[in-house]
């Protein structure tokens, strides 16, 4: 195995998920392991039972990002890219993904995931329960072939998970910052993962442990940026671009990060107290809600998020730039920028 900082950058680029800009080299081994990992993906999901197959390929089949995956790929360019557990890591880390959103849609009653109808809608709440917990199972089965090590790294990330969706459900204590509440559950529900993925690659593509920490820590305020720049979206954006309706949070009630900045005392203008009045209130009407959504997007509150989103990319940014100057490197670091200018 080469040593990681011999792997220099400067070759030709081509644009890649997420816009970001990969070295040719990295770009072509990414699409080759990415199709490796929707391979043993399908693969984990087929079986026996005609219904759980089908209930289990829903949610595979109507798409999504790869994100954590592709993190995993990414992380293993400070080792041994080409270790056997990089690929079986990258579907562990996706099959567990994709059973807390089936588990999430029971809880949030949703009807929509992915533009398809929600496996819940689709069959049913226990359905939907059990398939999540089958395509946990899965992941575990895989994950037994990587070593303890790695079973207790994501033993104790689905800790978080859980940690985080009760603290998210049942809110803050009396007195408690609700800030530092909800960042918390960001942290715990988004960052864990996403945490979990970089360590992974560098872990098991056998990088050195002060590689491994770093790649970790870093990853996780990724994910928590990520997080962040949904929350901005889901108000900001005139389309679908975050992946539901803007408003959707206003809608349902849920606190992200701007609607914490306007009640932790941000701004202080003539339609504060309206704005305020509104979102205690229920946001289903059309008309009310169209006029928080008018009144946030307008409001202080959204510059602050911003850049409180532009200070974790940049915790970020400042870690990964300790590493080795190698093509993974440069691809986080443009993830950084991208998480950015999502938001405009």
Not at 58 to 85: C, I, Q, Y
Request: net charge negative; charged share 25%.
């Amino acid at each position: 195995m080469s040593h990681p900082s011999t792997e220099k950058p400067g070759g030709p680029e081509e644009t890649g998920p997420f816009g970001l800009s990969l070295d040719a080299a990295l770009a072509a081994d990414a699409t080759e392991r990415l199709d490796a990992v929707e391979t043993l993906l399908l693969d984990c999901v087929r079986g026996e039972d005609p219904l759980l197959t089908d209930a289990s390929k829903h949610l595979l089949e109507a798409g999504g990002k790869r994100f954590r995956p592709m993190l995993v790929l990414l992380a293993s360019h400070f080792g041994d890219p080409s270790a056997p557990g990089i690929v079986p890591a990258a579907v562990v880390v996706e099959l567990t993904h994709l059973g807390t959103l089936y588990h999430d849609d029971v809880m949030d009653e949703a009807t929509v995931r992915r533009g398809q109808p929600s496996a819940n809608l689709r069959w049913t709440n226990t359905v939907a329960i059990l398939t999540g917990d089958y395509l946990f199972a899965r992941a575990s089965d895989l994950l037994a072939d990587l070593g303890p090590d790695a079973v207790r790294i994501q033993a104790r990330a689905f800790g978080r998970l859980v940690r985080g969706q009760i603290q998210e459900t049942v809110g803050p204590a009396p007195g408690a910052d609700q800030l530092e509440h909800y960042l918390q559950v960001v942290a715990d529900k988004t960052g864990s993962l996403i945490a979990v993925s970089g360590h992974f690659g560098a872990l098991l593509a056998g990088a050195p442990p002060e590689v491994v920490r770093t790649v970790t820590s870093a990853c996780e305020k990724i994910g928590i940026a990520f997080q962040l720049s949904d929350d901005i979206l889901d108000i900001a954006s005139e389309t679908e671009e975050s992946g539901k309706t803007p408003g959707t949070d206003l809608r349902e009630g849920i606190r992200t990060l701007p609607v914490h900045h306007v009640f932790g005392g941000v701004g202080s203008g003539p339609d504060d107290a309206r704005l305020r009045e509104l979102l205690v209130q229920d946001l289903t009407d059309d008309a009310l809600h169209g006029e928080a959504l008018a009144l946030l997007r307008a409001h202080p509150a959204m510059d602050r998020a911003r850049a409180d989103l532009r200070r974790w990319a940049e915790d970020a940014r400042r870690e990964l730039l300790t590493l080795p100057a190698i093509p993974a490197r440069d691809a986080l670091t443009h993830l950084c920028d991208y998480v950015v200018s999502r938001t405009g």
